[in-house]
């Protein structure tokens, strides 16, 4: 076994082996006859089923510029966040859903467009201590004074090894119509609601937990603790969620039972993606799955339209990425009414490649890849960002999905060590910062993928980016000249519409999430201390 290999099963033995049979509390709270994914512009990771990271609004028009300290509006909170989940009430006022290690957050915007908490649920983390924004000013403020590559920096940023895990028990979150909040809790799913229902103003309660089963998982040596890594959502209003030993869950809305399907001999290390219809796209470490979702259990039958496929395995996958195989969630390319409907992954060769699959009945005329050894393969291209001859890349963050395109970022830190909540501190560190984006194009008439621009330039490490859609803007958080800075790209031609500068502060960095979009054109994105809102955009008129 690798030494990087029992670097990454010492991360997850650190836990402490506690009983996985969690209690199962039901909601009693009654909910509409049909529970989905509300109207709102992200109310669940990567934004929507498909996880595409695509957001039906337009983006900051301002010209680029360095942002002063007034147009960085940051609520400073606790270290990391699952995601800025909104939901609009039926007074039509948006508020924020913000799940945190060690509290929930509710937020919305005040009178003077900026983050407001309107309530708090504390909750007591595991293996790391509470802290408050306090505390996180202070932390940031030692990091801030201490210089990146220096010893000093690195004890202070080795602090974090590990916390990363922890974070597990607050990234994966969503929000129902009936304005639920799920929240994976490593080993269960537990639900929150406002007090008062309908009443936002209302504080914070938690109305119920499933508690995944012990004897229905495979755990074994090699992953002896139950962690969850991915929910979504079907349209019947079924939670899907996803767990590193290999197993895929399907649990009812009010949280009152759940069936389980195994992934035959693999584990899965990212979330899921879920069509119009029911269907999940999983990718374990060796294979992408999709699974038919009937509305009481799971079908891997083909008859039904399930299937299975083989992707590539490079030999770095051991040793620079613990065997966990892709690194992207799967996302879904083609609308229900398109002709042409994709998966998209990045495979585990030692350098990436993008794969697209056809997601339903393959066209009968379609005569296959040369070489490929299955007809779904639609295409695959070298995920180089322009170097042809790069020896290794990895994409760890899924792909960013409009209309026929797909972006993906260069996740490889230099140094190659894994992104452990330590080694994301020191992202700034320019012998580490990975730089490189890529868009890779579907192209309709000639059916074949091509690469369509690249960025060499440009890094988006620890973040995935979004795409405005109404005026066609990639957004990327990224690293440059040792500063953190949102830079604002041309979807069609990959060229720099404008960089917004934020400054060298840990503060501003993401920590793995995805940039949002607000409907007035600001963004927003949890991190490394809170949740910072930039003022960009038209004045909302919420």
Known sequence: MSRKRCVVLGLVLCWPLLACNQPTEPIVRPMGEVVHLPDSTCPIIHCNTYQTDALPLSGPKAPGHRLTEEEKDHLWSSPIAGGILDYTYSNGDRFFWVSQVDR??????????????????????????????????RIIGELD?????????????????????????????????????????????????????????????????????KQKLQ????????????????????????????TVIGIKPDLSEGVYYKLPGQQIWNSVAIDDAGAIYVAGTEKLHKLIWTGSD??????????????????????????????TTPALMGESSDKDRFVVIADAENVNNLMLYWRDEIPA?????????????????????????????????????????????????????????DVQLKMSDPARTPMGVQKFEWDVEARKL???????????????????????????VGLKRGEWQMETLDWDTGETRAEYILGSSERYNPIMLALQILPNGDPLFATFGGVMHLKLGEPSSE
């Open 450 to 476: 091509k690469v369509d621009w690249v960025r060499a330039d440009v890094s988006s490490p620890n973040s995935t980016p979004v795409v405005a859609m109404e005026n066609r803007q990639l957004h990327v």
């Open 298 to 327: 799971f079908s891997d039958k083909p008859e039904d339209g399930a299937w299975v496929e083989s992707y590539a395995v490079g030999s770095l996958d051991e040793e620079l990425r613990g065997s966990r195989g892709t690194g």
């Open 365 to 421: 005329d379609w005569e296959g890849l040369p070489g490929a050894s299955s007809r779904r393969l639609a295409g695959l291209l070298p995920v180089d960002f322009g170097d042809a001859t790069l020896a290794n890349s990895y994409s760890e963050n899924s792909a960013t999905i409009f209309e026929y395109g797909a972006v993906l970022a260069n996740n490889q830190v230099k140094t190659h060590e894994q992104m452990t909540m």
């Open 104 to 137: 929930i957050m509710k937020l919305r915007m005040n009178q003077k467009n900026e983050l407001e908490k309107v309530s708090e649920l504390p909750l007591q983390p595991k293996k790391f201590s509470r802290f408050s924004p306090e505390d996180m000013q």
């Open 219 to 246: 755990l074994n040596l090699k992953m002896p603790v139950v962690i969850m890594i991915g929910m979504n959502m079907t349209p019947d209003g079924h939670i899907i969620a996803v767990t590193i030993d290999g």
């Open 145 to 213: 004074e201490t210089e990146v590559g220096s010893v000093e920096y690195d004890e202070l940023a080795a602090a974090w090894k590990g916390y990363q895990l922890e974070g597990l028990r607050a990234y994966y979150a969503m929000l129902n119509n009936e304005g639920v909040l799920y929240v994976g809790n490593r080993d269960s799913i537990i639900a929150y609601s406002d007090m008062e229902v309908g009443i936002p103003e209302s504080g914070i309660t938690k109305l119920g937990q499933f508690g995944f089963q």
